[in-house]
């Protein structure tokens, strides 16, 4: 009975042990691969210029989409068929309100890489341009924590510029100042982390900081980003205006 004990226990301690760490993988899409895309944001903020009241200020967006794969180069889609099932944009000003639907909304586009990104039907290129415009290019995020083993409780720090494509950080005006991950387990056969994001402005003349933090859902043989929930808090004080803010952004990726 005693070695049926100790033969329990040494058959155990892998699998806990195993428990506590990651590793994700780096399986790649292949053509012929479907997968739905939905993500929403919604800034809330009170914008003081100097002798002027306060003026409340609201922005949503939501946008749900379809990706069919119609072909792979070194791990990276280059060809694909998108529909925008839903892409609404709303702005709220005091008693203002402007936007709604985009044009591209229930429409399916074939994109291709390239420079310019090749859009099919071509009526409506540079929206779909605007909105895939990292079409064809790696993932910077996926790549950074592909191939990667994670401790639970552990904070990793990644590159700045490795949130970019998640983040907007391409945006010409704000850049990501810090980027961190800590891996909290496994949510079913998925990977389960704390995220934590800083932003600012770029412009020298505006103190503008995102400060965010949420979770996230990887996918552990793709190192897909699953799902992501996160809420935080936009400030600015300088000479041109004063911000105090709310952001949520939320995304998920199904099959």
């Given at each position: 009975?005693?070695?049926?004990?100790?033969?329990?226990?040494?058959?155990?301690?892998?699998?806990?042990?195993?428990?506590?760490?990651?590793?994700?993988?780096?399986?790649?899409?292949?053509?012929?691969?479907?997968?739905?895309?939905?993500?929403?944001?919604?800034?809330?903020?009170?914008?003081?210029?100097?002798?002027?009241?306060?003026?409340?200020?609201?922005?949503?967006?939501?946008?749900?989409?379809?990706?069919?794969?119609?072909?792979?180069?070194?791990?990276?889609?280059?060809?694909?068929?998108?529909?925008?099932?839903?892409?609404?944009?709303?702005?709220?000003?005091?008693?203002?309100?402007?936007?709604?639907?985009s044009p591209l909304e229930g429409k399916t586009y074939t994109i291709s890489a390239g420079t310019p990104i090749g859009v099919e039907?071509?009526?409506?290129?540079?929206?779909?341009?605007?909105?895939?415009?990292?079409?064809?290019?790696?993932?910077?995020?996926?790549?950074a924590v592909a191939g990667k083993e994670y401790t639970k409780g552990k904070v990793v720090e990644l590159k700045p510029e490795d949130?970019?494509?998640?983040?907007?950080?391409?945006?010409?005006?704000?850049?990501?100042?810090?980027?961190?991950?800590?891996?909290?387990?496994?949510?079913?056969?998925?990977?389960?982390?704390?995220?934590?994001?800083?932003?600012?402005?770029?412009?020298?003349?505006?103190?503008?900081?995102?400060?965010?933090?949420?979770?996230?859902?990887?996918?552990?043989?793709?190192?897909?980003?699953?799902?992501?929930?996160?809420?935080?808090?936009?400030?600015?004080?300088?000479?041109?205006?004063?911000?105090?803010?709310?952001?949520?952004?939320?995304?998920?990726?199904?099959?």
């Amino acid at each position: 009975m005693r070695s049926l004990i100790l033969l329990s226990l040494v058959l155990l301690v892998p699998a806990i042990a195993a428990a506590d760490s990651v590793k994700l993988g780096t399986k790649a899409p292949t053509a012929g691969e479907t997968w739905n895309e939905e993500k929403s944001s919604n800034l809330a903020m009170n914008i003081t210029v100097k002798g002027q009241p306060p003026v409340p200020m609201v922005i949503s967006e939501t946008e749900r989409k379809k990706v069919v794969v119609l072909a792979v180069k070194d791990a990276v889609v280059t060809k694909a068929k998108i529909t925008y099932e839903k892409k609404t944009k709303v702005q709220k000003s005091g008693a203002n309100e402007k936007g709604g639907a985009s044009p591209l909304e229930g429409k399916t586009y074939t994109i291709s890489a390239g420079t310019p990104i090749g859009v099919e039907p071509a009526a409506d290129a540079e929206a779909v341009r605007k909105e895939e415009k990292r079409f064809g290019k790696p993932d910077k995020l996926r790549n950074a924590v592909a191939g990667k083993e994670y401790t639970k409780g552990k904070v990793v720090e990644l590159k700045p510029e490795d949130g970019h494509d998640v983040f907007g950080g391409d945006n010409p005006d704000f850049e990501v100042g810090k980027l961190t991950l800590e891996y909290l387990g496994m949510d079913g056969t998925n990977a389960k982390f704390a995220i934590a994001v800083q932003m600012r402005s770029k412009k020298p003349d505006q103190k503008m900081s995102m400060d965010f933090k949420g979770t996230a859902i990887v996918e552990v043989p793709t190192s897909e980003l699953l799902q992501m929930d996160l809420t935080g808090t936009v400030k600015q004080d300088d000479a041109s205006a004063k911000v105090d803010g709310t952001l949520e952004m939320k995304g998920r990726r199904w099959k």
